[in-house]
Every structure is written in C-alpha cells, then in structure tokens.
C-alpha cells in the first residue's frame, strides 16, 4: 500500500517510503534450495535503514506439494526496540481468453464490502461488491477505481472458475485482509493476501498509530502463508 505522503514519523524523526515498501526492490540470498522447496533471506542493512530504522531478517519460503504451493513468511525482530511493519503478497494469474467468461468464488455466503482508493490513500467511501451467492462475476469495470480492498471479511480462501467450473484456489487463514486487482485489458487478476494495507487520507503518520500494523517484539519470530491450489 501507500504512505500518506510517501513517509511516515517514527520518534519524532520522519522517514521516506515508497508504494508497497522495499522488499520487493532489493536481492535476496538464497538460504536452502531443493527439487521442491526454496528459501530466501533479505536482512536489514545501510540502505534500508535510511527508509527504515530497524534490525530486521525477512526469510520467503515456496514449498511445491504436488498440486499446491505453500509460500511462507517469516519476519524476525533482530534488534531491541518494539518493531512496526506490514506484508502482503501480489500473485497475478492469467486469465486467456474472454475476462468476463471468468468469476471468484468466496468461500463463504457474504457480501464483501471494498473501500474505495483516493490518491492511492484509502477514502471512507465503500462500495458492497455485487456477489451472487459466493460468485463475483469479473467485468473490468469493478476495477475502474483501482483495487478492490477488503479490510474485512469471513472468508479465508477464494477460486477462480471459468464459466463457473473453478480451476484455481488461493487459501490465505493467516491473512485478515484481502486485495484483488487488475488493469483494463490486462488478461490476469491479482488475488493479494495482505497484513494491512495503505494510509487512510487522515492517517497520523505515526507508525506505531498505523491501521492494521503489526508490531513485534525484540527478538519476536512472526510467521504467516498462504496456498495456491490447482484443481
């Protein structure tokens, strides 16, 4: 997500970071590999503590079981304060064909309610999205305010069925929040586990105020993963 204003305040001091943070942009170590199984590392260092100030080790772990992935996150507290961060993942899977030949399948009878994007910042405008049953349709106009962004819902996995036969599943119970996005034309949709989520346009700037934070104590291990089933 976003930072209202591309920074964020932590002990009087304000810090820069760009949209979705740094990990992303920055070289892993590759700490374990096997036919089926791969572990990756990214420490803290000079330049990531220019942007933000902490010791840290973010481990990545994709496990290949026959028909399903398992992708692990393991953050570590390496230093001796209290630490804030927030993660999420950005899977794309592609969609050949007719878009609107394909639909998502909650896993529970809810109507979900999304909270629209302003500036990248989350507004307090929301829109319920029109879900049939557990079945949400896919139409690009649902995306012509950008992501849709669900803070909160009962559901813990989603499928993707073309012409109502679902083929994907993406399982995420240790994720509380949830984005799906595409681009107009674009022949994929992003299903996105996430552990919080962009600024509201009111937001302190404090990062321990933060929505949605997650805060870890010195020496704390956190862990959280998510499954990418083929049917």
């Avoid at 220019?50 to 996150?73: A, G, K, V, W």
């Avoid at 993942?89 to 909650?106: C, K, M, R, T």
């Avoid at 499928?159 to 107009?184: M, R, Y």
Wanted: net charge negative; aromatic share 12%; charged share 20%.
């Amino acid at each position: 997500g976003t930072l209202r204003n591309n920074s964020y305040l932590y002990e009087g001091q304000t810090y820069g970071m760009t949209r979705h943070g740094f990990a992303r942009d920055n070289m892993f170590s590759v700490k374990q590999q096997e036919d089926s199984c791969i572990v990756l590392t990214f420490s803290s260092n000079d330049d990531t503590k220019r942007m933000y100030p902490f010791d840290f080790e973010l481990e990545l772990s994709y496990i290949l079981n026959e028909n399903t992935l398992h992708i692990y996150y393991t953050v570590t507290n390496k230093g001796t304060a209290d630490m804030p961060f927030s993660i999420g993942a950005h899977p794309a899977f592609a969609l050949p064909g007719n878009f609107e030949d394909y639909s998502l399948v909650f896993e529970n009878d809810e109507t979900p309610v999304s909270t629209q994007l302003e500036n990248d910042l989350l507004s307090s405008k929301t829109i319920e999205l029109p879900v049939k049953g557990t079945v949400l349709p896919l139409n690009y106009d649902l995306f012509e305010n950008d992501a849709l962004i669900l803070k909160s819902h009962t559901s813990r996995s989603l499928k993707i069925a073309k012409n109502g036969d679902p083929f994907l599943k993406v399982a995420f119970s240790d994720f509380p929040h949830l984005g799906i996005w595409t681009k107009e034309k674009a022949p994929f949709v992003c299903i996105e586990p996430w552990l919080g989520y962009s600024d509201p346009e009111n937001a302190s700037g404090n990062i321990i105020e933060k929505e949605a934070i997650t805060i870890l104590s010195e020496g704390e291990k956190f862990r959280a993963g998510f499954s990418i089933i083929i049917l």
